[in-house]
């Protein structure tokens, strides 16, 4: 598949941490609002823990299928990624073991940008059959191993196993180094696909 070189002008920052230690569930919604991102992937100690903004509430795989996936707690958390189009805010321990973040996000024309070339790829997520939930959610199962998780899709049924549409979409950002090489220099998550607004937009 070529890849397509997409013109952006993209800034990067650092985002201040104070509370998300106490409430991170409270602190993602309040950022998820204020930088209009949808959807929430984190990695925790004890699973991968989903989640989609609904209006002003916060809806995590937790909350529609708590068996099959955990809380969303500082203590056993390990990076959270809140994202959409408009950017995407990571949360992660830095090497003293405190909470750090920060956020890219696409600018408009004439801010200063960080990066101003990119490209995309999709990355194929684990499941090949779709139970539906609550709230717009899916229990996604593949093999005999029992693997799964909870995604914010409304999907039901077989998935196509050779083409496989669910999907996170990912855009690379570039930048030469020192030596005059273009190299891919950061990376985010975009969007989760099939889903008809995100992948018209």
Known sequence: MKREIINTRTRCEAVKMDGFADEPAKWLCE????????????HADDGVIWGRL????????????????????AETLLTARIFAHAGELLAWHDEVGEWAGRLIAEDKPGATAEWTEAFEEQQVLLGTNA???ERGFALMSEGSQGLFHVVPLNLTGQIDEQRRPLRLVVRHYLKADNYGFVLVN??????LLPDPKESNA
């Open 131 to 133: 139970k539906p939930l």
């Open 186 to 191: 950061a990376s985010r998550l975009i969007s």
């Open 31 to 42: 950022q998820m609002q204020a930088g209009k991102l949808k959807y929430l992937l984190a």
């Open 54 to 73: 609904d209006g002003e509430e916060l809806i995590t795989s937790h909350d529609v299928a708590p068996k099959y996936s955990p809380p969303l707690r």
